[in-house]
């Protein structure tokens, strides 16, 4: 059977039926000696109206049209009644082609349906699925505008390379405009790349748009590459303005190498403008290596302009580099910006990849953290041994935060044990630098800095420059530093290289108690102190208080050098 319908004035659609409704197909193979081409194409049917099972299916015919393009379903729309679609060791040979958008592996285009349940288990698509516009998966191309709708993919795998010009993804391409959808992806793999010039993802390129969505991916991996121009990532490329939405994503694992523009991340590339969102990420891996321009980070690029938003990553690893050719990259996290009541949390993960960033903001927990209200951040028994590298504002775990209100950090446990080096100034092991926060309490137990860190000027063992801020307190405790800490220039300390509040209107307290610094101090043609240096400018509403602490690192300035501090407003049992 031969099917090609494009000129057909009377019908341009093609596939071995025109509508499948309330159907059963089993044990059928559609051969390569057929082929199907028109405008909607589905090499079993160009349309469902009713509940459809398919079983033990196999499709060889190659399949080309111009949008609403399956493998074996070319659309499914305005169906209100309860509908179930269920496709069971299927699997697809053939490639499938479109010259717009719509495309997908199995099913090309799913909207406007009501009470709908979506399964693919126990199947495979090894056809290439390609178009010139966006919208294009391994499995389904376009999922939108569904009310109480179930999507479920389970224990099957997408070997067939995913390329187009749009939002594409190695099961799903488009998720929008969906209300109470419940999308659930366990035992699954994608082996194809993913390339395109728009948002892709490893699962799904974009979700935009939902209102009360559930996302659950588990005991899953991604193996092929991922390439995009913007908004990348190892699972989900981008979401943006949705509401009441639950993701949770466990045992995973990502191999394949993730580039784009910016925006790149292992498991988001960009998440946006989204309002009441609840992220878990538990027992997950990643591999491949991260590149992009600019807000990379090891597992999300960029989160921006959220409202009432939780993210938690437990017992995860990054193994992949963090590569930015220009700023703002993080072995967890590349920027995070502009959000409203967060809460963040990380706790007995590591990065052992390296991260490096050609100018400002490169960490190797998160690049920067910015213009955020009221935000809340734990980090326990978190590890960095990557090294990180970029030009200014470069830290162990924190690039710089800068004009946060109201933002409480609070770290335990956790150590840096990678090098830290800028090129520039506002290095630190733990934070490059914090500056215009008002309402900042962070709180520091149980640290460790094993790392050298260096720059140019204002260099911290654990943090570069506290400086402009508005009510902020910064409590360190417990915590040592070990490593080495040099600058060419400017100055340095044991544990904060430089602290001033430059007008009335500014004002810090830091406290260090219990606490160590064993590394070397120096500044070849600077200032160095044992544990903190206070600008002599402007001290006035600066507070430090160092208690039963000691310097056991050498300090040593081509200008002065102190073993503790040159202001201090306390100190008790305090030794160099």
């Known amino acids: ?67 609403r393009v399956g493998g074996f379903i070319g659309y499914v729309q305005f169906l209100k009644q309860p509908t179930v679609i269920s496709f069971e060791g299927c699997i697809n040979h053939a490639n499938v082609t479109g010259s717009r958008t719509d495309i997908g592996g199995f099913l090309g285009y799913v909207i406007e349906n009501t009470n709908m349940t979506v399964t ?10 390609t178009g010139i516009g966006g919208s294009l998966g391994g499995f389904v191309g376009y999922i939108g505008n569904n009310t109480n709708m179930s999507m479920t993919i389970s224990s099957s795998t997408n070997n ?91 045992n995973i694992i990502n191999n394949g190498n993730v580039a784009g523009g910016d925006h790149v991340g292992w498991l988001f590339g960009y998440i946006e403008s989204s309002t009441n969102m609840n992220v878990i990420v538990s027992d997950t891996t990643n591999n491949g290596t991260i590149t992009g321009n600019g807000y990379v980070g090891g597992f999300v690029g960029f989160i921006v302009g959220n409202s009432q938003m939780s993210i938690t990553i437990a017992n995860s690893t990054n193994n992949g580099d963090v590569i930015s050719s220009v700023s703002n990259a993080g072995g ?32 190797g927990v998160i690049g920067l953290i910015c213009n955020n209200i009221q935000m809340t951040m734990t980090i326990s028994n978190l590890i960095n041994n990557g090294t990180v590298a970029g030009e200014t504002r470069i830290g162990g775990f924190v690039g710089e935060f800068w004009n946060n209100t109201s933002i409480g950090m609070n770290i335990s446990n956790s150590s840096n044990d990678g090098s830290v080096t800028g090129s520039g100034q506002f290095v630190g092991g733990f934070i490059g630098a914090s500056s215009d926060n008002t309402k900042m309490n962070m709180t520091v137990s149980n ?115 102190y073993g503790i501090t040159n202001i201090i407003t306390e100190a008790r049992n305090v030794v160099s």
């Open 160 to 250: 067939g390379f995913i390329a187009g010009g749009g939002a594409f993804g190695g099961f799903v391409g488009i998720v929008s405009n969906n209300t109470n959808m419940t999308m659930v992806i366990s035992n699954s793999i994608t082996n194809g790349n993913v390339i395109g010039g728009g948002s892709a993802g490893g699962f799904v390129g974009s979700i935009y748009h939902s209102t009360n969505m559930i996302m659950v991916i588990f005991n899953s991996s991604h193996n092929g590459m991922i390439t995009g121009k913007n908004c990348v990532g190892g699972f989900v490329g981008l979401i943006w303005m949705s509401t009441n939405m639950a993701m949770t994503i466990s």
């Open 120 to 129: 693919i288990s126990n199947s495979i698509n090894n056809g290439n699925v």
């Open 447 to 561: 640290f460790i800095s094993n790392g050298n860190v260096a720059g140019s000027g204002c260099v911290g063992g654990f943090v570069g420059s506290v400086y402009s801020n508005t009510k902020a307190s910064l409590t360190i405790s417990m915590s040592t530093n070990n490593g080495n800490i040099s600058v060419s220039g400017g100055v340095v300390g044991g544990l904060v290289g430089y602290i001033y509040s430059p007008s009335d209107s500014h004002s810090v307290t830091l406290d260090i108690t219990n606490s160590a610094n064993k590394g070397s101090v120096s500044a070849k043609q600077g200032i160095a102190c044992g544990f903190i240096y206070v600008s002599l400018k402007y001290y006035t509403n600066v507070n430090t208080t160092v208690k039963n602490s000691i310097n056991k690192g050498s300090v040593n300035a081509g200008t002065n050098a």
């Open 332 to 363: 967890f996290v590349g920027t995070i910006s502009n959000n409203r009541n967060m809460n963040i949390t990380i706790s007995n993960s590591t990065n052992t990849c390296t991260v490096t960033g050609m100018s400002w903001y490169v960490a």
């Open 1 to 67: 059977l031969k099917m090609n319908n494009t000129n057909n004035e009377g019908y341009k659609h093609a596939g071995l039926f025109c509508s499948l409704k309330n159907a059963a197909v089993e044990n059928l193979v559609i051969d390569s000696s057929c082929s199907f081409n028109g405008d909607y194409i589905g090499a079993l049917s160009v349309r469902v109206e009713g509940s459809l099972t398919v079983k033990h299916t196999t499709n060889n015919a190659v399949v080309n049209g111009i949008l």
